[in-house]
């Protein structure tokens, strides 16, 4: 059925025969045979849990996951044209955090509580997804179990059998450019309820299930949490898949060499991280593939798939360019989160983009001409938490411009600014 399949070789992927990026021509050769992707985790979400109902229609639109769906397949090209060769969907999706405190509320409903039984309107969304990448040639890793929505299973036997369920699921299909994922970080969250999942035997033994029940046909793995990866999953998977949350690029750096030193001949995908796209260049120094991941345009539904300016629209410029070879552009600079639709609840989420944030030293956020923080590490977000969640900022009915100073490590000093009363109205 399918047009795309892949293979791996010495550590290296191959689709439809060729060394991923080499088709290209100038292409970059150390970037030959990665997998560069984005997190598109709630690509089939839906929410069946009636206490949510309208919890995610924004902006006097009602969300439709089939539309939800269909607006990720209509943007795999131009993510494609920029580099992307592989995208995450989850079918537990993953954690909206501006939206909820508590994710458990959420239920996808993928999933019977037994395991045996996949939902019909998830599955086809899911082939929707696996037969527009299919045709582009791109993968798809398919995440299975969600930490966050353990709770909707009886007991751990039940998580083995959707395991099973999907394993056997994506085997029918006949699609060919598939990665399984079988948990989403086996070892955070409620996940330690479950030791099958939680240890590193645990998934060590259900990553194999998963390669079994799959008929052999796809390779396997499950990320731990952001700096985690045990012993077990790096022997037991074909692909090493890792999270790169919460670490810098020297901590992200020592991370993936730990691991090249235990597995030199597998591949190291980094299949979720942060909009910090500088890893960039520990990916391409380790050899590794990295994952994009915006979670507020791409993991709040309803999401916008689309390369939207700023963030997303500089990282795919400096993928494309470091595949390419291409030599430095100028330096971009970008207020991000001022956007008429871009709030919950008129909670927004501010930050400074910039094509080449490893020029910066430091961000000055004001209110008019009041300091409100300073951020002195990309991403470079107004009251930061992480390297991927940030505190809401709300704009005050006396506020009447927003504005950022950029101190550059080459002594330069860079203003933006926004008005703020068209967008109290």
Not at 38 to 48: E, K, L, S, Y
Not at 128 to 147: E, H, N, P, T, W
Not at 276 to 286: C, E, H, P, R
Not at 392 to 402: D, G, L, N, Q, R
Request: one cysteine or more; a negative charge; charged letters at 25%.
């Amino acid at each position: 059925m399918g047009k795309t399949s892949y293979r791996i070789e010495n550590g290296n992927f191959y689709i439809n025969g060729k060394l991923t990026y080499s088709e290209l021509p100038g292409s970059d050769k150390n970037v030959h045979g990665l997998l560069f992707n984005a997190r598109f985790i709630q690509g089939i979400f839906d929410d069946r849990n009636p206490a949510n109902h309208g919890k995610y229609d924004r902006f006097g639109k009602v969300f439709d996951p089939e539309l939800n769906t269909l607006q990720l397949t209509d943007s795999l090209k131009e993510w494609y044209d920029a580099g992307i060769r592989a995208i995450t969907v989850g079918l537990q999706g993953g954690g909206p955090i501006y939206t909820y405190e508590d994710w458990s509320v959420i239920d996808t409903g993928c999933f019977s509580e037994d395991g045996r039984h996949m939902n019909e309107a998830t599955k086809a969304r899911l082939i929707r997804i696996l037969d527009a990448c299919d045709k582009l040639g791109m993968l798809v890793i398919v995440s299975f179990l969600y930490q966050a929505q353990e709770h909707l299973f009886h007991d751990g036997t039940a998580m083995i059998e959707a395991v099973r369920t999907a394993s056997e699921f994506l085997r029918e299909t006949g699609y060919e450019n598939i990665i399984i994922e079988v948990a989403n970080e086996h070892d955070v969250g409620n996940f330690v309820k479950h030791p099958v999942i939680y240890s590193g035997e645990g998934i060590a033994g259900l990553i194999n299930f998963a390669r079994e029940w799959s008929g052999n046909k796809f390779a396997v793995g499950s990320s731990g949490g952001g700096g985690s990866c045990r012993q077990e999953v790096i022997e037991n998977s074909d692909v090493i898949l890792v999270h790169g949350n919460t670490l810098r690029r020297q901590e992200l750096y020592d991370f993936l060499m730990k691991i090249r030193d235990k597995a030199p001949d597998k591949p190291v995908v980094c299949n979720e991280d942060s909009q910090m796209f500088g890893q960039l260049q520990v990916s391409y120094a380790t050899h590794t593939s990295w994952g994009y991941y915006n979670n507020f345009t791409k993991q709040e539904p309803p999401a916008d798939w689309s390369i939207t300016p700023g963030e997303d629209a500089f990282f795919a410029a400096r993928l494309k360019d470091m595949i390419l070879g291409r030599e430095k552009s100028e330096n971009q600079y970008y207020l991000q989160g001022f956007e008429p639709d871009c709030h919950i609840n008129q909670k927004r989420y501010i930050r400074l983009a910039s094509l080449y944030p490893e020029e910066i030293n430091y961000v000055e956020f004001y209110q008019d001409n009041r300091l409100l923080y300073t951020s002195f590490a990309e991403p470079f977000m107004l009251y930061s938490l992480t390297t991927w969640e940030q505190k809401p900022y709300v704009i005050p009915e006396e506020a009447k411009e927003f504005r950022v100073k950029i101190y550059l490590h080459n002594g330069e000093i860079i203003q933006k600014s926004v008005t703020l009363a068209e967008l109290k109205k």
